[in-house]
């Protein structure tokens, strides 16, 4: 049956991709069948539903691909715009990032410009999730809210608190009794959109896994699985499976969740570095581990240690991408100044030549001026250079190497002490009961117990070591030409000094404590990727036995380990009127 409308046929289906999926695909299919019969501009839509279905299937490269020649050759600038700002989505997806931010900045540039409501809308959706793929949280929420302020036809509050949800999802204020996030459930179901409710309810899930209630959140997956089987949508598959994996293995039901945890790992590339296949190897190792295969364990965990280190890997990626744009922006506007100021010395130049007397002074000026300039500019690129050179290798809230330049420089020391046949030890320092200091205190107060613990570490090191933070409150030394034992005496007393010294913020002081893990050349050789292994098995052990402890890889299985356990964190009051919170 033929179409009497295509153009209008073409809207509807458009309006209908989140809140009837199945009805887009058959109307999808229906307009295929009558391609031949569509004017140019209406192919390019059905291009653009095409590209649009690649991407929510997964496939965000074809998508890519499919909706840069929507952009570039459609020839309208309204669909242009729609499949710019779907890209966005695609190119963080595929780790574009310098590419994604730098498109994110012509469509902000541009926003002004675009008159079409529903195009200014889903261009102001993908620049919040672009922003809070940078971790420029405060700017993501800024552009979510402005979506709010101007709703095209159609369209409902259901997309925009949505996305606030998702940005504040981690947010100490933000839990599964939260009325926000029931309201928000509640806009998207009386606004028919299955998709975003199936959104919300899987951050609902991730809450109460985040809460430590394992059975709520498995009991909720059972009651919303079937919505988003229906739906269809890749990214829920996936989360949906890994978020069970979590559930069942914190409810000790462990081959359930090494069942659930494969499934999840089926859905994509088990090589792929992403943050997905961190989460499910991590539930497989510890699974296998519980469940006594140490083979299992073993290469389980070299594949979550990998997935691990790129994660990380590529949130530096994402926020030096981020900075290098910045700094292209930058250069863009300095060398503008530049240019104009080379035309007013031009137009200058020309206005002298009526008047010789004052010629050779005003060109002397002119050029010292032009020098000036120039001198200037090249000092604030060089700043920032270098500012963005030390920003790539040190942790921006400690100043110590990150978790890339430290394992690098590591690899480095350790090859030049092997061909030395000097001896190195490798320590793991975690902070005890850390996440319970943000939760209760905030994280300014988490930074400054960071802050502190670097400055105590600092103390006992000596200037051949080095030092990182792994992440979190996780933190890496390599004790150059260092014995086990004297090591282990090192590690003692950053632990002794750590437990020992009171940290505070504003008007409260807490003490904390901490577990270390030590792996030495001598036991273990100088491969960094074993002493790594090994140190993170000792650190672990450290904390299994009790926290605030040190314990050194011994290389038959044994290990040292010397310390006060540690029961959980404890409030004492002072004498003073600070309150002061002591984790022990």
Not at 4 to 19: E, G, I, K, N
Not at 410 to 430: G, P, S, V, W, Y
Not at 446 to 451: S, T, Y
Request: hydrophobic letters at 40%.
């Amino acid at each position: 049956m033929a179409i009497p409308d295509p153009a209008a046929f073409l809207a509807q289906t458009d309006s209908v991709r989140t809140s009837d999926h199945p009805r887009f695909m058959r109307m999808l299919a229906q307009l295929h069948r009558e391609a031949p019969r569509l004017s140019p501009a209406e192919q390019w839509h059905l291009r653009y539903l095409d590209a649009w279905q690649t991407g929510y299937q997964g496939d965000y490269t074809k998508a890519d691909v499919q909706l840069r020649a929507v952009a570039e050759h459609s020839g309208d600038a309204t669909l242009a715009a729609r499949a710019s700002a779907m890209r966005l989505l695609g190119l963080g997806f595929t780790r574009r990032y310098e590419e994604a931010f730098a498109l994110a900045e012509r469509l902000a540039t541009d926003l002004p410009n675009i008159k079409d409501p529903l195009a200014r809308f889903q261009v102001l959706i993908n620049l919040s999730q672009s922003m809070l793929l940078a971790d420029k949280r405060d700017l993501a929420l800024k552009y979510a809210r402005m979506v709010e302020g101007k709703l095209p036809p159609g369209e409902t509050l259901c997309p925009p608190r949505t996305l606030q949800i998702t940005i504040r999802y981690d947010s100490p204020q933000l839990t599964s009794s939260s009325p926000e996030f029931h309201q928000a459930i509640e806009t998207c179901r009386a606004a028919g959109q299955p998709v975003y409710v199936e959104t919300l309810h899987l951050v609902m899930v991730e809450a109460y896994l985040r809460e430590k209630r394992p059975s709520k959140a498995l009991a909720f997956l059972d009651r919303i699985e079937p919505g988003i089987k229906s739906n269809g949508f890749y990214a829920h598959m996936e989360s949906a499976a890994i978020f069970r994996a979590k559930a069942l293995f914190a409810l000790g039901r462990l081959a359930g969740a090494r069942t659930a945890a494969l499934t999840a790992l089926s859905l994509n590339n088990p090589d792929e570095i992403s943050e997905a296949n961190r989460d499910i190897y991590e539930v497989l190792y510890k699974a296998e581990k519980k469940l006594g295969d140490t083979a299992a364990t073993l290469s389980y965990f070299e594949r979550y240690a990998l997935q691990d280190k790129g994660y990380l890997d590529d949130v530096s990626a994402r926020a030096l991408a981020y900075q290098t744009v910045q700094q292209h922006l930058l250069t863009g506007k300095l060398e503008t100044e530049r240019l104009s100021k080379q035309n007013a010395v031009l137009r200058l130049q020309q206005a002298l030549d009526a008047k010789a007397v004052e010629t050779s002074r005003l060109y002397i000026l002119l050029l010292l001026l032009l020098v000036a300039s120039i001198a200037s500019w090249l000092y604030r690129l060089k700043r920032s250079q270098l500012r963005f050179k030390r920003l790539s290798h040190h942790d921006g809230l400690t100043g110590i190497f990150n978790h890339q330049h430290f394992i690098g420089e590591a690899a480095r020391l350790l090859q030049a002490m092997k061909k030395k046949t000097e001896h190195a030890c490798l320590i793991f320092i975690d902070l005890d009961y850390f996440k319970q200091v943000n939760d209760t205190h905030g994280h300014a107060m988490g930074d400054a117990v960071l802050k502190q613990t670097v400055a105590i570490c600092q103390q006992e090191l000596r200037p051949a070591d080095l030092f990182g933070r792994l992440g979190g409150e996780e933190f890496g030394i390599l004790l150059a030409g260092c014995s086990r034992h004297l090591g282990m005496d090192i590690a003692n007393r950053i632990r002794v000094a750590i437990g020992a010294t009171p940290m505070g913020h504003d008007d409260c002081v807490i003490t904390i404590s901490a577990s270390v893990g030590l792996a030495s050349t001598e036991v273990s050789g100088h491969d960094l990727q074993r002493l790594c292994m090994e140190a993170d098995m000792a650190l672990y052990r450290a904390k299994g036995s009790g926290r605030n402890r040190v314990v050194a890889h011994a290389g038959t299985g044994d290990l040292f380990n010397e310390g006060t356990p540690v029961p959980g964190p404890a409030l004492r009051s002072g004498a003073t009127s600070r309150s002061v919170a002591e984790f022990e």
